[in-house]
């Protein structure tokens, strides 16, 4: 099922008992009627804004991503992680636990905080294997004080996460930072996977700088491998 719901959208209701496919872009709807997905396997939220109209799309945000926890990959936009990351914790922990859920995409296309929403995902995320940044990081919203620190060490990361994708890794400090934050906790990591930008291909200097501060980075898991591919895009 795709939906690109349009500024003006109001209300988004389905009784789709055997959707496997759910792809949603656009803005986020004013209401859902949602009922359960008992046979999903992948969903895609990647709005594509958030209405000024909508208040507390928090909330909003939230029971949609509570009708997606039988889903086993999800890709989350930056966008829906934004309006996630304004959900206070007592509401956000009351989620059941994604336990189909093995790999997340994370699409960070806008300027939004997603480090929080992403941190308290993993918490409910016990049998993820696999997280990839298919668009990179937004290095200027990264850091503690955006939410990218880790209270209690996901279960994830403590025995399923085996497999640690960056895309478009442009090499800034606070993307290093993102990637130890990960590396130092995911304990039987096995592939840890940077896709070099075009601008950082190309400069070889930086790319030798960068490549060493890598393998430099304390790593939890002793059979993880460090692998470097270049984007030419």
């Given amino acids: 099922m795709f939906i690109d719901a349009p500024p003006s959208c109001h209300q988004i209701d389905i009784d789709a008992p055997s959707l496997e496919?759910?792809?949603?872009?656009?803005?986020?709807?004013?209401?859902?009627?949602?009922?359960s997905f008992p046979s999903l396997i992948d969903a895609n939220i990647s709005l594509s804004d958030i209405n000024d109209w909508i208040n507390e799309d928090e909330n909003i945000a939230i029971n949609l991503l509570e009708h997606?926890?039988?889903v086993k990959h999800l890709v989350a936009?930056?966008?829906?992680?934004?309006?996630?990351?304004?959900?206070?914790?007592?509401v956000f922990y009351e989620l059941p636990s994604f336990h189909n859920l093995?790999?997340?995409?994370?699409?960070?296309?806008?300027?939004?905080?997603?480090g929080s929403a992403l941190m308290r995902l993993l918490q409910i995320s016990p049998k993820l294997e696999t997280l990839v940044f298919s668009h990179?990081?937004?290095?200027?919203?990264?850091?503690?004080?955006?939410?990218?620190?880790?209270?209690?060490?996901?279960?994830?990361?403590?025995?399923h996460l085996?497999?640690?994708?960056?895309?478009?890794?442009?090499?800034?400090?606070?993307?290093?930072?993102v990637v130890k934050l990960f590396s130092e906790n995911a304990r039987v990591l096995?592939?840890?996977?940077?896709?070099?930008?075009?601008?950082?291909?190309?400069d070889l200097s930086s790319k030798s700088q960068v490549k060493e501060q890598l393998q430099m980075l304390p790593r939890a898991s002793s059979n993880c491998k460090l692998t470097f591919k270049e984007e030419t895009g």
Wanted: with cysteine.
């Fill in 68 to 70: 997606l926890f039988y």
């Fill in 162 to 177: 085996r497999v640690l994708e960056f895309r478009q890794f442009s090499g800034d400090q606070r993307e290093l930072g």
């Fill in 190 to 202: 096995q592939k840890l996977i940077i896709s070099t930008s075009s601008a950082l291909s190309r």
């Fill in 102 to 114: 093995t790999c997340l995409e994370v699409v960070w296309s806008s300027p939004d905080l997603v």
């Fill in 77 to 90: 936009g930056s966008c829906f992680l934004g309006a996630l990351s304004r959900v206070d914790d007592d």
């Fill in 21 to 35: 496919v759910f792809q949603h872009k656009g803005t986020l709807a004013e209401v859902y009627d949602l009922h």
């Fill in 136 to 159: 990179g990081i937004d290095a200027r919203l990264c850091g503690e004080d955006n939410g990218w620190k880790l209270t209690t060490v996901p279960e994830c990361l403590l025995s």
